[in-house]
């Protein structure tokens, strides 16, 4: 199946064209069929000559109506553009390929109606022109008459090669069903109608509305009952747990947990001196939008009410006032930064000159430092490949915050020993609150990583009540020589020299103030993580040869460090000569 929405001015019989093609009466209300003129959504649906379902979604051409047109186009995959013969090109059609460009609609199949009262020739030549000059490319323009059934076969034939041509859907992807109809039927309670784009939906499943859970009773699509039903598909959704009240068009049903609600977002609009307050429609809804201009054609856009956004979704501004377009939108950041500072938006601006919609995962994880990984797949950012970051569990760690993390670990452990003489060791929390962990389970890794013991949720402090008294000095000096050579440890006849023997090396290790990988081969307590950032940086196996050349270091420190990494799982053998990163 495949849902495809009608557009073009009113009057010129977009209607009766859907009436023809299917046999059945979109226009639901009795005041619309009186009057001639869709005031509201229709749906009507038929079986196209290659077999394949096709559904359409009838929208209003008044003016007046075009919040709910928007309703009806953003959804949907691609269109069916109707100009009439006798009138050719006007100003709502206009209007609509303004929309369909807005929200980046670029399928489509131009319907020259009428064409049994006058030539069609020259509307369909500026038609043809206009739809390529906004960007819907290969479109079949067929010339009908609802009428007389004149060229109904063509259309259908035309419609059949959209199909082929249109990008397959998703149906692993997460659900993001936007409501266009609520209604009750009797003895069955509450049924919701949209235009899944994505996804799949059965019978029993758990859906998230505004913040809570309905259960999906049963399926229906196109007048039949199923199991389930994948995208593109028109579906109906009688619900459990919601009441006929508690629903309305604009809502959104959408798989639990995996989407964020944000109600700012960073975005790409099409036009410049915009007003400050429009109307941002997105899917079904149309939610009030004030704007706060980045810089150039980007945008700060703050709504009414929180949605399901993603980077990459399209939406449309429309001014209420004038009820027209204002301007598209391409959505680059569903969860931006606060702009607190002077100077912030213009920043903010630069950081998103090259923004395409889809985000790049590093810049993204670098951006907070650490982020969960389902916080970024529900931003709609790729994790394949994850960039350059550091996994723990579902977080995701910058490597420069990591590795600020492991500089700071030691002098917090030393400090709060000094601080509490009697206690045993650190607990986790209390380190994880001193280096403003996102998460207390990441004190755990730091710990491992500068060689700190952890026993029973406690990380071993320095024992800094006795101080290293005259190794201070000697400790020092080296913490100075292995700053700028991190991996040129100290031989036998060095440490000699700066008097650091075994009593005192052992001191300087319990108030984490060096790491001895053996009790001859001593380094900072950060060499682990810095070993391993190197070594992220090789081609995958690497030998041992590889990694001393890029620690700059000798076979005496490489080996020992490399089994010491090997111990703390961060590298692994591939085989008798290799190893690779975990």
Known sequence: MFVVATAG????????????LTGMEPDRFAEERRRGMTIDLGFAWTTLPGGADLAFVDVPGHQRFIANLLSGLGPVPAVLFVVAADEGWSRQSGEHLAALRALDVRHAVLAVTRSDLADPAPARAEALERLDAAGLADVDAVEVSGRTGAGLDDLRAALDRLLRRLPAADPAARVRLWVDRAFTIRGSGTVVTG??????IRAGDSLELRGGRVTVRSVQSLGRGVDEVAAVARVALNLRGVARDDVARGDVLTTPDAWHRTAVIDARVTAGDLPAELVLHVGTAGVAARLRPLGDD??????????PLQAGDRAV???PGRQSVAAGVLVLDADPPALRRRGAAARRA???????????????????GAVRRRHLVALGVPLDPAADARAFGDWLVDPDRWQAWLDAAPTALAGWAVANPLEPAMPVAALARELRLPDPTLAGPI?????AVRREGRVSAADQRRGLGAAEASVQRLEARLA????????????????LGTRELAAAERAGRLLRITPELVLLPSAPARAVAALRALPQPFTVSEARQAWATSRRVALPLLAHLDALGLTERVDDRTRRVV
């Not at 630069?350 to 907070?368: F, K, N, S, Y």
């Open 317 to 319: 501004l429309r001014d």
């Open 9 to 20: 001015h009113v009057d010129h019989g977009k209607s009766t064209l859907v009436r023809a």
């Open 195 to 200: 235009t899944l784009s994505a996804g799949r």
């Open 484 to 499: 700028g050579a991190p991996f040129a440890a100290p031989d036998a006849p060095e440490l000699a020299e700066l008097r």
């Open 350 to 368: 630069e950081e998103l000159a090259g923004a395409t919609g889809r985000p790049d995962p590093a810049v993204e994880i670098a951006r907070r």
């Open 298 to 307: 980007r945008v700060r856009v703050t709504l009414d009410q929180a949605l």
């Open 447 to 451: 710990a491992t990583a500068i060689g």
